[in-house]
């Protein structure tokens, strides 16, 4: 499963948002992101895929390269 966001003048994500565990793909790049929910990456277990360049995310060391396929930042 994909789910794309990009271009969607996004600038938070709420804590309390889960991933189903069959999504394997996520992108959220071009938005105003400035944090990143971890509880994304807790409940998308099967997710491999992760875009999230060109948003104003400071903070990246929570989440753990070797686990995708993709990580665009």
Known sequence: MKFNLDNNLITSIPSNIRTPSTLETLSISNNFLQEFPLSLL???????????????????????????VKLDV
């Open 42 to 68: 807790e409940t998308g277990t099967a997710l491999n895929r992760l875009y999230i360049r060109d948003n104003y995310i400071e903070n990246m060391t929570k989440i753990i390269p070797n686990r995708f």
